[in-house]
């Protein structure tokens, strides 16, 4: 899908926006936890508290390296107004996430993991119509006619 006009990034460039904005709350709210709680860095173990909230920021941290690179694919790939809907349904699915950690958090991994499957489906169902459309070229079909002559 080629870039149409600059309104075709909205969604995805949204989605991107807010997700970077939602990990720099999480990393602030682990910030001051330390203070609070006196965990001393480089320290990663403490008060319950505070490893909740570190868990929370690693565990986003982790998703959205996959999540955000996954969405400009499929965005590029497949369509960038569903690609950018997916990386907005993880954003609230980390939200959600973060409101119910430790014990109620389901839901919203839940919401993260259908973007994240969704996004995979995008790129990977342009993968295989992109490799489809390759072996059915002319070029293709005189190579393995070449492959096929030599055996």
């Not at 001051?32 to 690693?58: C, D, F």
């Not at 349904?89 to 993991?113: C, M």
């Amino acid at each position: 899908m080629m870039l149409a006009n600059v309104n075709d990034i909205f969604w995805p460039a949204l989605a991107t926006t807010l997700i970077y904005f939602e990990y720099l709350c999480f990393t602030i709210n682990c910030g001051r936890a330390r203070g609070k709680y006196g965990v001393k860095a480089p320290a990663v173990s403490g008060h319950l508290g505070w490893e909740n909230l570190y868990r929370i920021q690693m565990n986003t941290l982790e998703s959205m390296s996959v999540v955000v690179p996954m969405m400009w694919l499929a965005a590029h790939l497949h369509n960038y107004r569903y690609a950018g809907y997916a990386g907005l349904l993880y954003a609230f699915g980390r939200v959600l996430f973060a409101l119910g950690y430790p014990n109620k958090r389901a839901f919203g991994f839940v919401l993260g993991l259908l973007a994240q499957l969704s996004l995979f489906y995008m790129v990977g169902c342009e993968l295989f119509h992109m490799a489809t459309d390759a072996a059915n070229t002319p070029a293709a079909a005189a190579a393995a006619a070449a492959a096929a002559a030599d055996l």
